[in-house]
């Protein structure tokens, strides 16, 4: 299925929007494409509304490159479309994002849901890339994301290598990880009264286990669910597996 024919664009907002029902808004990582969670769209548009911003992580103005800029973007999203008692899922940088959002505005999210998420400490994708015209390079750099490296296709390396010889886009992707490493959610944890499902690789080395587990401790109603042999974006390397935890637990929270 070609996800780009449901992407719409309206005022300032680019997003896809596909389902109905209760709403499940997806916000990628770093790197993040709809690609990535190709699996959660279609598995979940079946019985929800799945609706995935597009991030303007390479056409903000570089002041508002910042997890606190994204965030007031996907506010802005929300009201923008009138989204309210929404469960947010969000991977990685998008995980982070989501808490920011949920901490902002508790009173429009009904859930959450984290998979490898950055916000208490993540092994940076690399302060630099001093070699980002080698693509065998970054394919080594990108397969560490993963548990199995094979899942650094060739498309995905293309994808990145495209990215970061940008200037501008470079510029911003290190922008935003330094403001991830700044932004330590630590201390808020304990806010945050929502549902929270955890579902993390065992083997993720950018967000190790460790992370999870103290998610898992200050976040007070939250579950956490293990994938085996599994990295930094379980979504993408353990998709049926995935959308199996996702869809037993939103069948309890949501009904």
């Known amino acids: 299925?070609?996800?780009?024919d449901y992407i719409k664009k309206e005022g300032e907002f680019e997003y896809l929007e596909k389902g109905e029902g209760h709403v499940l808004l997806v916000l990628h990582g770093l790197f993040g494409a709809l690609s990535n969670f190709a699996d959660v769209i279609d598995g979940f548009s079946k019985n929800y509304k799945v609706v995935v911003p597009i991030m303007p992580l390479y056409t903000n103005p570089l002041l508002k490159t910042s997890v606190g800029g994204m965030a007031t973007?996907?506010?802005?999203?929300?009201?923008?479309?009138?989204?309210?008692?929404?469960?947010?899922?969000?991977?990685?940088?998008?995980g982070h994002v989501a808490l920011v959002c949920a901490l902002d505005?508790?009173?429009?999210?009904?859930?959450?849901v984290l998979t490898g998420s950055s916000g208490l400490y993540e092994n940076a994708f690399g302060g630099s890339f001093p070699r980002r015209e080698d693509k065998e390079y970054l394919r080594q750099k990108i397969a560490v994301t993963f548990y199995d490296p094979t899942v650094a296709t060739d498309?995905?390396?293309?994808?990145?290598?495209?990215?970061?010889?940008?200037?501008?886009?470079l510029v911003r992707i290190l922008a935003?990880?330094?403001?991830?490493?700044?932004?330590?959610?630590?201390?808020?944890?304990?806010?945050?009264?929502?549902?929270?499902?955890?579902?993390?690789?065992?083997?993720d080395s950018i967000t190790p286990p460790e992370v999870a587990e103290e998610f898992h401790?200050?976040?007070?109603d939250s579950e956490l669910h293990w994938i085996e042999k599994c990295g930094h974006a379980a979504m993408m390397e353990h998709?049926?597996?995935?959308?199996?935890?996702?869809?037993?637990?939103?069948?309890?929270?949501?009904?």
């Open 1 to 4: 299925m070609n996800h780009e």
């Open 73 to 94: 973007y996907i506010k802005d999203f929300m009201l923008f479309k009138g989204l309210n008692n929404v469960t947010l899922l969000g991977n990685s940088l998008g």
């Open 105 to 112: 505005v508790p009173e429009k999210i009904h859930s959450l």
């Open 155 to 169: 498309d995905l390396v293309e994808e990145v290598y495209k990215i970061v010889n940008d200037r501008s886009k």
């Open 176 to 203: 935003m990880a330094k403001s991830a490493i700044r932004h330590n959610m630590a201390k808020d944890l304990d806010k945050f009264k929502m549902p929270t499902c955890l579902i993390w690789g065992q083997d």
């Open 217 to 220: 401790k200050h976040l007070e």
């Open 239 to 255: 998709p049926k597996k995935f959308n199996e935890i996702l869809n037993e637990w939103l069948s309890r929270k949501v009904g």
